[in-house]
Structures are given as C-alpha cells and as structure tokens.
C-alpha cells in the first residue's frame, strides 16, 4: 500500500492536468454540449492504461439529438483472475455558470491548492481521483482479481435518464458484470455518503374562469385558488413537515426533515410582458412542487397528503378545481452500513485520516437511485473529493490535495474490494 500510495503522490500534477483538461470542455446540462468530446478524452486516456472502453449513446433518452448526443463511455480493465468487479461512476455534466464569477469558469485556474472551474468539484476532480487511483495501480504493477471499471456519464443534473439509468437498462450496473460501485460525488473527502431522500416533482393548477378585469365578479380568478392553496400549504402541510425527522444521517441537519420548495408560480399575464397590462381574470394558475421525502415517508403518503388538502378545498371553496400531474419521483436510497463497499472505503479514510469517517446521507438525489432500483445493486456509495456546499456555485473550485487523498482511498478501496486485502495488510 505504501508503495502505491507514493506511486499517486507522484502522479500530482498529472491529476491536476486531467482535471483542467476536463473542466475546460463545457459540457453544461442542459442541454448537454460537448458530451463526446468530454466521453473521449476519458475514453482514450482510459484506453491508454489498458482498458476496453465503449461508448454508449442514450439514444432516444430525454434531450438526445445529433446536435446534443448523450455519449456515456465505460472501460473495464481485467484483472489476473476472475473476480469481483468496483466500478468507478462520475458525470460528465455540469450546470450552467451562472452570475458571479471573479473567474473564467472553464479556465481551469490553479491558486493556492485549489483548481477552479464549473463542474472542478460537481465532479470532474472525482473522475479525476478515480482515474489517477487506477493509473497508480496500473502502473505499480499491483496485481488484482476481478475487473476495475471507470464510466463517465451524461445527464446526472437532469435526473440521469440518458446517464446511469439508460447504462442500468443494459446491465452496465448489475450483477454479475459489476458487484461494488463507488460514485466520487463531491460529498467532502472524510464523509462516506450511503444514499439519499427522495424526490417527488408534481404541478398543481388550480382553474378559474376568464372575465373582464373591471368585472371580475363575472369570471373566477385562478390565482385567488391557488392562494387558498398555499395558505393550506402553510397552515397545515409545513408545521407536519417539520415534525417529521430521519433516522437516516442525512446532511445539513436541516435536510434531516421532511421539505417542500415551492419552485415556481404562475399564473395570468405571461410573466415577459411589456408594456401595459391587459384586463384579464386569470383562469389558470400553476405552481412546480418540489418536496423532498423521508425514508419514513410511502410515498403515495406524500402524493395523497397534497391531494387531500386540494380535495378540502374543493368543498370549501366554491369553484374551485384542481389537477395534479406528476413530473418526477424516485424513491429514497440507503445502502446497508455493513456493506462491503461502505466498509473498505470508511476503512481507507481512518488510515489516511486517522479518524472514523462520518457517514452521511445526501439531501438531494444522485445517481445512486438508478444503480439500485434499476441495476439492483445494492453496494453502492458516494465517496470522492470536493466540499458539497460549492457545488453549482459561483468560482467552485476543488483543492488539489483532496483529489490525491481521495485517489488513495479509491486505490486502497478497490484492492481491499478486489483481492480481499485490508487497509492494515
Ligand atoms: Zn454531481
């Protein structure tokens, strides 16, 4: 181990380049540029190092098109006798800048330990780690048993559709081509993440009738509905989401809580209009709710508990008419604390450390839900460099020193997970 461990340590500024070469490709979701290119350049250097690598499209998924293609690549390395198989999982996308930047965000800078760029955290520094710890062992010429693969994948921040779930469709994440995946999500370097809350998407429109303005006796006004309905929201849906809490160890302490985000409204004039008003009684009126759900939660509990707030307005409300349309659900995840996956990698972080890691639970989903209830896979995890709270921030940065610590627990991780071996031996 300590042998491999100087083998990453000398691969420094070959991490550091791999990771500006990928940040300065913008493959920004949506709508998904550079895709390919980014899948290439992880293919060829993969390929490289030994490698087999295919590059699969998501043909068909949500968003593909020749302009935009969703181009996934997978390598897999044998090792020297059958054996288990830990595959490494990173996106390829990232968001959009956004306002704020005192820097070029694909220029990739290096101050201070730091590389900064959109996507340097939210996770091209984890695919970096991933690759650099595979590299090491490659190149130290350690044996292993079984099969180390590494996939870039398109599509995470727009729920993964053309990503991991398109590749779980194909059995990419199944038994008995993959037992052991570690996702190096951006979840801070002494944390092992083991999964995540679940996420239900929904509209509600409330319906009115179209009038005159000056006469709004004559039509119903949507927007009053959907106000009635949010009132609702406060008076009796918010105080019970806070009173429900997770035993999983979900992070920040506030996500430990059942949640609602109200993520937009609309209703009445478009909301671009120029110059004067017309006189209208707006007879529709749309909210986008986000409401993020507890282990605890079924979710048909969570769907019915809005429906019935809606279904009391219905009788107490004259006119008052609703539908509801469902957008997006996964479920929560939570990978067995005894797993192995859990196990080998909370075992590197004490020997790099010197302490236990915290296991945590995102608040937010991540591809983790397609690898289990697709794949079936259950020893999963996310585990990589970059602090959580910078993700789709403005100058997000990832420090050097973490990609090579974390590259350490991914090598000593999948040797324990291959060959059996133990952070001690
Ligand atoms: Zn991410």
Redesign the pocket.
């Known amino acids: 181990m300590q042998k491999l461990f100087e083998r990453i340590d000398g691969l420094e500024e070959a991490a550091v380049s791999l990771t500006q070469d990928l940040i300065r490709i913008p493959t920004v979701n949506p709508p998904g540029d550079a895709y390919t290119p980014c899948a290439e350049l992880i293919g060829e250097r993969l390929r490289a190092a030994g490698f087999d690598v295919v590059y699969e499209r998501g043909e068909g998924t949500p968003g593909d098109s020749d302009k935009h293609p969703r181009t996934n690549i997978v390598a897999r390395r044998e090792g020297r006798r059958p054996g288990p198989c830990l595959h490494f999982n990173g996106?390829i996308d990232v968001v959009e800048p956004g306002e704020g930047w005192t820097r070029d965000p694909y220029g990739a800078e290096v101050e201070d330990g730091r590389i900064y760029g959109r996507g340097s955290c939210?996770?091209k520094g984890?695919i970096a780690a991933s690759i650099i710890a595979a590299e090491a062992i490659l190149q130290e010429g350690v044996p292993f048993d079984g099969a180390i693969e590494i996939s870039g994948t398109v599509d995470?921040?727009t729920g993964g559709y053309g990503g991991v779930a398109y590749l779980a469709g194909k059995g990419f994440f199944s038994k008995p081509r993959v037992d052991h995946v570690i996702i190096p999500?951006?979840l801070n370097v002494d944390r092992v993440c083991v999964g995540h809350r679940g996420v239900w998407w929904a509209e509600v429109c409330t319906h009115g009738h179209i009038a005159h303005g000056s006469m709004p006796f004559l039509g119903d006004c949507a927007v009053r509905h959907m106000g009635a309905f949010l009132d609702k929201l406060e008076s009796d849906l918010y105080p019970a989401l806070a009173d429900r809490q997770t035993a999983m160890p979900v992070v920040p302490e506030g996500a430990k809580q059942s949640t609602l985000n109200i993520a937009s409204i609309h209703g009445g004039l478009p909301d671009n209009f120029n110059g004067l008003p017309s006189s209208l009684v707006p007879d529709l009126c749309k909210v986008i709710l986000d409401r993020r759900f507890l282990i605890e939660e079924p979710l048909d509990q969570v769907k019915a508990e809005i429906v019935a707030l809606l279904d009391a307005l219905e009788k107490e409300r004259p006119g008052f008419r609703y539908d509801v349309r469902d957008i997006m659900e996964f479920e929560p995840t939570l990978t067995d604390l005894e797993a192995p996956v859990v196990q080998a990698v909370s075992d590197q972080i004490e020997a790099q450390f010197g302490h236990k890691p915290e296991t945590i639970c995102s608040p937010g989903t991540?591809d983790q839900k397609h690898v289990f209830r697709i794949g079936q896979l259950k020893d999963c995890i996310a585990y990589g460099p970059g602090i959580l709270d910078l993700?789709h921030q403005p100058d997000e940065y990832i420090e050097i020193d973490a990609i090579m610590t974390s590259a350490k627990v991914m090598a000593g991780a999948a040797l324990t997970l291959l060959n059996g071996e133990t952070a001690s031996s």
Do not use: N, R
Request: proline share 10%; hydrophobic share 20%.
């Open positions: 996106h939210d996770m984890g995470e921040e999500e951006p991540y993700a």
